[in-house]
């Protein structure tokens, strides 16, 4: 069951399945009669599904923003909120992000 996971969360099968779908859909649709068709569209209907699409892809991101927000009561965290808090944590140890921390106490690391 675990390899079945991992095979399916694989990133070239995902890679693997969209060139597939890609690959279908070119080989499937005749791209001619779609470029005339697309050429003889009311250009206010383009523009008003293009508006439309932007509207609910910044739908969606506030909705992903209110629910991450709300789930941190459940143990959750933002990955926003877990950089601010890692930046923090630095800041106030007294540490840079261009430095890593040393673990060593200011011993040289050839005395370990």
């Keep these: 069951m675990a390899c079945a996971r991992a095979v399916l969360r694989s990133k070239w099968l995902r890679i693997g399945g969209t060139l597939a779908g890609i690959t279908f859909l070119v080989h499937n649709v005749d791209m001619g ?24 892809c910044l739908a969606s991101v506030f909705e992903w923003g209110v629910l991450l927000r709300s789930s941190a009561g459940l143990g959750v965290r933002s990955p926003v909120d877990h950089a601010e808090g890692h930046q923090q944590a630095d800041q106030t140890e007294g540490h840079s992000h261009t430095q890593p921390p040393t673990r060593n106490k200011g ?3 050839h005395s370990l």
């Excluded at 470029?35 to 439309?52: I, K, N, Q």
């Design 33 to 56: 009669k779609a470029g005339r068709s697309l050429m003889g569209a009311d250009w206010r209907w383009a523009v008003l599904g293009l508006a439309l699409t932007a509207v609910a």
């Design 107 to 109: 011993r040289s690391p």
